[in-house]
Each structure stands twice: as structure tokens, then as C-alpha cells.
């Protein structure tokens, strides 16, 4: 059963504008929420992340919302540039049984059309 | 500084046939972590090392062991290699638990 979940598999947005990335999650007990950067042949590269008490993180053109109440998050990204076509992770961190998890999602490639 | 390496890049097995795949980071990092990713599943952990001298299993652990060598150094082993084990294979670190991951450039393995 996929506690994170991807539900875009794959999104295409003009150079310039807003690229929106959704991740969508079971567990309310997670700690942190991660997003990942991942070119082919390379491992993914982390990007930004927000603790569950916080709504909203930003960095540079990355701005991560998350609303707990609909156990939602996404990545916003302004303006989207062509070097920012990858696949995009987001991931989930949870403390159990003495030990921190991290659960990834299924990815969503961004294509950014030049 | 290298952050996290990989050996090899490119692995072919014979179904049976065993390997060991190497990983080695340079940043002191406590915690290092095994994942595979197959089309379509996202990244999923195989095993992981809170600390040097500490191994436990994660979601995928069967057909997998790991040697947590020194604090640098984080080795998979595939004992008997299946078909099913055809994937890409990362190691991470992290600094502390929970901190964000630094992975390796990945261990593409084809089990024929």
C-alpha cells in the first residue's frame, strides 16, 4: 500500500512559468516531507524540505506547501527553467520503533519546453 | 570530496551468479541506506545502517545482505542473483538520522 503517493506521472510546462508538483500521503505520524531532484544516470539530489509543523518552506524559485488537513504537498517552481527537467521525488520521513524512515513516492517527470 | 561512490556502474549477472555491490562516502556521514528503483515503484529501501556496526532491514530486504564495513563504507551482496533483482540500484548517507539523504550515481544491474 503506497503511503506516498505521485499521482502525475509526468508534467510539461512552458519555460517561464509555474511548474506545480503534487505529492499526496496516508500517514499523518510523518515528520518531514522531502523533495528530490534525479537526472538520468545520476542519484537524486535533494531539493527542499518542510517539517510538519510548518505550512509552507522556501528556496530561491522552490516554495513547498504542505496542508495536513488534506495530507497534501507540492512543489512550486518559479520561474521553471529548461536545466529544471528531471524527475521529481518527494519522499516522507517517519521516527518508529527507534528508527527514522524515509518513504518515497513513485516521481513525476517535469519537462520544461524551451 | 567525492560524497557518495558507487562501484560498479554497469553490472550483467547470470541468474545465480553473486556480487557485491560497493558504496563509500567521505563526508562522516553516521547513516547509510540501500535502495532499488524499477519503473514505476519509486525508490524502495533494502536495507540500512543507523550507524557504523548497525544493519536492519527495510521494505525489500529478501535475496539481500549488507556489510556496514567501516563508517565509510556500506556493501550490498546479492548471494544467488534472480531475475526479480533487475534493477538500479542506490546507496545513500545521511549525517544524522533524518537529515536529508545524499545518494550515489547508482548500480545499474541486469540478471539475466
Known amino acids: 500500500d503506497q503511503q506516498v503517493k505521485q499521482n502525475s506521472p509526468s508534467l510539461s510546462v512552458q519555460e517561464g512559468r509555474i511548474s506545480i508538483l503534487n505529492c499526496d500521503y496516508t500517514?499523518?505520524?510523518?515528520?518531514?516531507f522531502l523533495w528530490y531532484k534525479k537526472y538520468p544516470a545520476e542519484g537524486p539530489t535533494f531539493l527542499i524540505s518542510?517539517?510538519?509543523?510548518?505550512d509552507k518552506n522556501e528556496d530561491g524559485r522552490f516554495t513547498v506547501f504542505l496542508n495536513k488537513s488534506a495530507k497534501h504537498l507540492s512543489l512550486h517552481i518559479v520561474p521553471s527553467q529548461p536545466g529544471d527537467s528531471a524527475v521529481y521525488f518527494c519522499?516522507?520521513?517517519?521516527?518508529?520503533?527507534?528508527?527514522?524512515?524515509?518513504?518515497f513516492g513513485t516521481g513525476t517527470r517535469l519537462k520544461v519546453l524551451a | 570530496n567525492a560524497g557518495v561512490t558507487q562501484t560498479p556502474k554497469f553490472q550483467v549477472l547470470k541468474t545465480g551468479q553473486s556480487m557485491t555491490l560497493q558504496c563509500a562516502q567521505d563526508?562522516?556521514?553516521?547513516?547509510m541506506y540501500w535502495y532499488r528503483q524499477d519503473p514505476g515503484m519509486g525508490l524502495r529501501l533494502i536495507y540500512y545502517?543507523?550507524?557504523?556496526?548497525?544493519?536492519d532491514k527495510g521494505e525489500v530486504p529478501n535475496g539481500y545482505n549488507v556489510s556496514r564495513l567501516n563508517k565509510r563504507e556500506f556493501s550490498l551482496r546479492l548471494e544467488s542473483a534472480a531475475p526479480s533483482q533487475t534493477s538500479v540500484y542506490f546507496c545513500?548517507?545521511?549525517?544524522?538520522?533524518?537529515?536529508?539523504?545524499?545518494f550515489g550515481p547508482g548500480t545499474r544491474l541486469t540478471v539475466t
Open positions: 545513500a548517507s545521511s549525517g544524522r538520522q533524518g537529515g536529508e539523504q545524499y
Open positions: 518542510i517539517s510538519s509543523i510548518k
Open positions: 563526508m562522516n556521514h553516521n547513516s
Open positions: 500517514n499523518s505520524m510523518f515528520d518531514y
Open positions: 545502517s543507523a550507524s557504523e556496526g548497525t544493519t
Open positions: 519522499a516522507a520521513l517517519t521516527y518508529t520503533s527507534g528508527t527514522y524512515k524515509y518513504i
